[in-house]
């Protein structure tokens, strides 16, 4: 049996292979798609996020891939045991946009359809609004960010900090507010995958 327990060697060797791709994903951005489709509600073969990914690397080596492997082993571990918070704090700027613009890529496939859905009641269509956006905060530029707090009397450190801990408090639930929204939508089968 493959073990896929994600080390240190595992992540020094995706790094290393993302940032020298022209066409892979950067591994924070890496990271966060891997986050969104793991609590996608159609699921996603192997096959698919590994193309994404990898840009459609075709001589992707395969401790690359393995390691790729490893990789979403873990999130999908931390997702569904309930314990995921965000790989990156506010002072990771750029990997924490790069995460967060990876979850709202991830999403793409599903998200529309779910939050339109006309079966879902108004708390569950707010909740998954409210996380999905909540995750996705960090992929706005920083002079955005920084707009919006002068204009409404903000202090951008600590603005920053709230909707950090924000979204680590969404993070571990969204893989549930999404199944809940996906049954309710009467979009997939009650057994989601």
């Known amino acids: 049996m493959l073990e896929f ?12 292979y993302l940032s020298q ?3 892979a994903m950067p591994y924070a951005l890496c990271e966060g798609y891997l986050f969104a489709t793991i609590c996608s509600p159609a699921g996603i073969e192997a096959e698919q996020w590994l ?15 393995f ?13 569904f ?14 990997s924490l946009q790069q995460w967060s613009q990876g979850f709202l890529l991830g999403i793409e496939h599903f998200y529309a359809d779910l939050a339109n859905a006309e079966p ?11 996380a999905t956006e909540q995750l996705g905060f960090f992929s706005l530029e920083q002079t ?6 002068e204009s409404n009397n903000l202090e ?35 057994e989601i995958d």
């Open 144 to 149: 955005q960010i920084k707009q919006f707090c």
């Open 51 to 65: 193309t994404a990914v990898s840009g459609g690397d075709e001589l992707i080596a395969e401790e690359q891939v």
């Open 21 to 23: 791709s022209e066409q």
């Open 120 to 130: 879902l009641t108004d708390e569950l269509r707010q909740a998954l609004i409210s």
């Open 81 to 94: 045991n309930g314990s995921f918070q965000l790989s990156y704090g506010i002072a990771e700027f750029d």
């Open 5 to 16: 327990s994600y080390t240190e060697a595992h992540q020094t060797l995706l790094k290393a």
């Open 156 to 190: 951008l450190a600590n603005f920053c900090a709230e909707q950090h801990t924000i979204a680590n408090e969404f993070a571990p639930a969204y893989v549930q507010i999404i199944e809940n929204a996906a049954v309710a939508s009467g979009l997939y089968n009650e």
């Open 67 to 79: 390691a790729l492997m490893a990789l979403h082993h873990d999130i999908s571990e931390r997702v």
